[in-house]
């Protein structure tokens, strides 16, 4: 991607993010996973503590780069929330915003998804799962902004689907012996 001209038009613009991808593997699949909890809290905690300990020196580093965990991705099997699941996600919720993503989501037929959904939030809500919420800031008057927030709210959890593979117009794809899913389209997955 490039940086837009000054006077491109708003919607022909790109904007370049970097991010950094922490990547926990492994994570319910042990008898006991309460290690594995305790490893990704203490990595979370470390990130806020040495982001506090340079904003309270005296003479600070104009290099330095916050690396503190912004939003943990959490994909939910198509299966259902775990306790594991719910233990995990309200531990990380003390030190960073929890985005739950149902993976996996052609498991489902369109109607299974939203009660499947349905089932997730009122989990997450029977639960007291601090999960992300896309808000809406009162005093903003954006249409546009309010209308989009609320949407993303609606959609959440958020259902993908997901492949390395791409066709001959290098789209990625998902072959099934029934016919091929686009992964990038509307109607396939939330995060187009």
Not at 9 to 16: A, F, G, L, S
Not at 106 to 132: A, G, M
Not at 142 to 153: F, G, P, S, V
Request: net charge negative; glycine share 4%; with cysteine.
């Amino acid at each position: 991607t490039g940086q837009p001209s000054a006077d491109a038009e708003y919607e022909d613009e790109e904007e370049i993010i970097l991010f950094n991808l922490v990547n926990t593997h492994g994570i319910g699949e042990n008898i006991d996973d309460s290690l594995c909890f305790d490893e990704v809290t203490l990595y979370l905690e470390q990130q806020f503590d040495t982001v506090l300990a340079e904003e309270t020196r005296i003479k600070r580093n104009p290099r330095f780069e916050d690396t503190r965990v912004h939003i943990a991705l959490y994909f939910i099997e198509p299966t259902g929330l775990r306790e594991m699941d719910v233990e995990f996600m309200k531990r990380i919720s003390r030190y960073t915003n929890v985005l739950p993503i149902i993976s996996r989501a052609d498991s489902f037929t369109k109607e299974e998804l939203n009660e499947f959904r349905q089932k997730i939030n009122s989990d997450l809500e029977k639960y007291h799962v601090p999960v992300y919420k896309f808000e809406v800031d009162p005093e903003d008057d954006d249409i546009e902004t309010i209308e989009e927030n609320q949407a993303l709210a609606n959609l959440q959890p958020f259902a993908i689907i997901c492949s390395d593979t791409k066709d001959e117009e290098g789209r990625y794809v998902r072959e099934y012996p029934w016919g091929t899913v686009i992964i990038n389209d509307s109607k396939t997955s939330d995060l187009h």
